[in-house]
RNA sequence: GGCGCUAUGGUGUAAUUGGUUAACACGCUGCCCUCUCAAGGCAGAGAGUACGGGUUCGAUCCCCGUUAGCGCUACCA
């Protein structure tokens, strides 16, 4: 039977990198295996959930690339009936029974000190959670209140003895007894499926073969299976995948951390799809040893020096290539960030990857991701597209040698692209003010500029040069004083290739310009 | 409270079926290169594998306990 995944968000919030994990390794699992992908969303908390929230989980799919999904989204929502009627059958069957139990209204606040005290209350009382008084009501007698219009929920009936074992893909085996497992709850007293029952309907209805998601559910699993089991149907395969914690080993939260673990951050903050997949794919995923094992293969592992093995900057295509379920390992990785930091806001791991993109991807490729950024910007001009196509080309080569993130071409980029930037006030005063002489070797130097015939990145060398020997000055003054009038920047590219970018008749006027700087 | 999962430098990960001076990448420090900053090259600091037992000639690896973090324990998902 040929492979089908799915993802399956919950549409409470934007999309979180843990998600958009579990997307992804969903989505490469599929491609890996000539499977299908699936996208269905769990709406089924009418309250949280928003269409909002829906637009941006599909639009954080479009954004990393993976939304090439197989068949129709499918809104959970909409199987509402479905759900209910399986639900109901399982009580004809007796597999589920009705609970007369009023609901017990409950604080949405601390729902888990809740759950423990109430827990700690029934161990005291020594009452399991199989004690319902419901559970053995005569179907005559259940009938009969349903007829009369008392509201019911509907509980799954759990046997007293036995235990449920499955084979996680990640974990290995697991088991629970069903001592430990409660007589879940598959139908609110409103009639409204709960969570545990609809994604096991919809899985079987869409012919799942393998739930990969979240550790968060690993226990879930089990009461899952118990409604496969009433249900009659067969099992998929599981597999879980190891959590994303916030620095410190504390839980990742949109609530506690906010933006940070969300996407569009990182869109919106100058991120490629590409890094940031592969950033995504090194959480909990054993590189290095895909590396090794992919030499190992090849049958000669010792004869591949480390350095020539695949490094961890892999293509989507790469990272396909490498994937398997079985080198996910279990422990949590943490992502870390520091709200408090601006050079660290985010993973060092993460930027340099974007970095090592940008710097290093096709230029072909870089071309329309700087473009669509300049566009944002307001500094995008027609001519980049037409005569000076070229010249935009060998721009955005000179500097992305040193940038991190597309927000740079618009922002420490800008000098290249635009007359209006702002000067670094600490390079105006290391580099211009220092040296007051610099007030008439400027303009003096902007006449040579611009007499400078023909103006190539060896000609303006030559000429700064010269021109320092005869006023008697270091060229590196020379070198210096002009980046910042350039560019408004202490830091750069070689300066004579930033003469030539720049080009002949705006060297001279900002050499001038930022006489007046000093 | 009960049950479960996890535990290798600051972070992500390696360590072939138990035998390594515990490896690689990011980050950090220094040097080289140099017109600055990056990149690149070189060198270095940083873990004796959470802690305590056990098995073994030998344990990061197997077993037990403890601790910590996380998860589940909801008529949330």
Redesign the pocket.
């Known amino acids: 039977m040929s492979i089908r995944v799915r993802f399956a968000p919950?549409p409470t919030g934007y999309l979180h990198i843990g998600a958009a994990r579990t997307a992804l390794f969903n989505w490469l699992y599929a491609r890996k295996t000539g499977g299908e992908f699936l996208l269905r969303i769990?709406d089924?908390?009418l309250q949280?959930s928003t269409e909002e929230s829906t637009r941006s989980i599909l639009e954080g799919l479009r954004w990393l690339g993976i939304d090439d999904y197989d068949g129709d989204i499918v809104f959970q929502s909409a199987n509402a009936a479905k759900h209910r009627a399986d639900a109901l059958r399982l009580v004809e069957e007796g597999k589920a029974y009705r609970?007369f139990?009023?609901?017990?209204e409950?604080g949405?606040t601390n729902?888990?000190q809740d759950?423990?005290e109430?827990?700690?209350a029934a161990?005291h009382a020594g009452t399991s959670?199989r004690s319902n008084p419901f559970r053995d009501l005569s179907s005559g007698e259940s009938e009969a209140r349903r007829a009369a219009g008392e509201p019911f929920?509907v509980r799954l009936k759990v046997a007293h003895e036995g235990r449920t074992t499955f084979e996680d893909a990640v974990?290995?085996a697991?088991e629970?007894d069903y001592s430990?497992i409660?007589d879940l709850?598959l139908l609110?007293?409103?009639g409204?499926p709960?969570?545990?029952l609809s994604v096991v309907c919809d899985d079987i209805e869409m012919g799942i073969t393998d739930v990969i998601r979240g550790?968060?559910?690993?226990?879930?699993t089990h009461k899952q299976i118990l409604i496969y089991e009433a249900l009659g149907k067969p099992l998929p395969r599981f597999a879980h995948l190891p959590?994303i914690?916030a620095p410190g080993?504390?839980?990742l939260s949109k609530r506690t951390h906010g933006e940070i673990v969300s996407l569009t951050t990182y869109r919106d903050a100058g991120f490629l799809p590409a890094a940031f997949c592969n950033f995504l794919a090194?959480?909990?995923?054993?590189?290095?040893?895909v590396q090794?094992a992919a030499s190992v293969a090849t049958g000669d592992a010792a004869a591949v020096p480390?350095?020539e093995r695949i490094?961890?900057i892999m293509s989507l295509s790469e990272i396909e290539e490498n994937f398997s379920l079985e080198?996910i390992?279990?422990?949590?990785?943490?992502f870390?960030f520091d709200a408090n930091n601006p050079k660290r806001w985010t993973?060092?791991?993460l930027i340099?990857i974007n970095a090592e993109y940008i710097r290093t991807m096709p230029r072909e490729e870089l071309l329309p991701l700087v473009r669509a950024e300049l566009v944002a910007a307001g500094l995008w001009r027609e001519e980049y597209d037409g005569d000076r196509r070229e010249w935009f080309a060998r721009a955005v080569d000179l500097i992305r040698?040193?940038f991190y993130t597309l927000k740079d071409f618009s922002g420490q980029g800008r000098a290249y692209f635009a007359d209006d930037f702002e000067f670094d006030g600490a390079a105006v005063k290391k580099n211009l003010q220092k040296e007051p002489r610099l007030k008439e070797l400027l303009p003096a130097l902007a006449e040579r500029i611009e007499q400078t015939e023909p103006f190539t990145t060896e000609t303006c060398e030559a000429t700064l040069r010269a021109f320092a020997d005869e006023a008697g000055v270091k060229?590196?003054l020379l070198?210096?004083a002009a980046?910042t009038a350039l560019s408004g920047q202490?830091?750069?590219?070689?300066?004579?290739e930033v003469f030539d970018i720049i080009g002949r008749e705006a060297s001279a006027r900002r050499l001038r310009d930022a006489a007046r700087l000093i």
Not at 101 to 104: C, E, N, R, V
Not at 215 to 220: C, G, P, S, V
Not at 282 to 287: E, I, N, R, V
Request: proline share 3%; aromatic share 6%.
């Open positions: 919950s769990e089924t908390d949280r609970d139990t009023p609901k017990a409950r949405d729902v888990k759950i423990a109430r827990a700690r161990s959670h929920a974990y290995g697991q629970r430990e409660e709850v609110r007293s409103d409204h709960l969570y545990n550790q968060d559910h690993l226990t879930n959590l914690l080993g504390k839980k090194l959480l909990g995923w054993a590189t290095t040893g090794f480390v350095d490094g961890e080198r390992h279990r422990n949590p990785a943490i870390n993973d060092d791991k340099w040698e040193r060229a590196g070198i210096n980046r202490s830091v750069g590219p070689s300066m004579f």
